[in-house]
């Protein structure tokens, strides 16, 4: 099975600041990796799939990049309504694993 | 509009034998994968497994293969996971999601497009 790490598990910034977390799978995944947002007690949302794409009306400050083993989320800049714990998931012919999750707070 | 209805939460000891439900609507079920995915209190996603609605065809995770069974229902458009036997640690919520996507040229898009709105189940004596 292919794992997906991702780091850092939570992280603190300010409203404005710019926020990168990173996955990385256990193997070459290709650019077969999606990001999703989940805000408290909701089901998650997908916000990019294929490594890099926006999901259609997914506001323009998330964007993600990279293939192979290495990709990053960035959120070009934080807003309140932001909060939320984000996930990336690779999927593997029928497979579709998540990575732990960042927990993204306000400071 | 496409919509995930899943059944409302249960509250059940350790032993007994559950089945929870995923209603489609608003698209064509059979034609597309439904996913469940649970959620420990706290804790993040893990995929369990997938269905095709238009034939059945069942993958798992092998960390769930044995422990839960996914089946479909095409005729009412619903989906379900069910335990023979529960134990307190099946206590979580649990998504389904439909697998959305598209291919082009041979290389396809995978991604869970339409999430249900989630299943708490409880197991305690």
Redesign the interface.
Known sequence: ?IQMTQSPSSLSASVGDRVTITCQASQDISN?L?W?Q?KPGK????LI??AS?L?TGVPSRFSGSGSGTDFTFTISSLQPEDIA?Y?C?Q?DN????????TKVEIK | EVQLVQSGAEVKKPGESLKISCKGSGYSFTSYWIGWVRQMPGKGLEWMGIIYPGDSDTRYSPSFQGQVTISADKSISTAYLQWSSLKASDTAMYYCARRGGYCTNGVCSVYFDYWGQGTLVTVSS
């Open positions: 099975d077969y999606n999703y989940q089901a998650p949302k997908l799939y294929d794409n999901e714990t996930y998931q999927y029928l497979a579709l694993t998540f990575g732990g999750g």
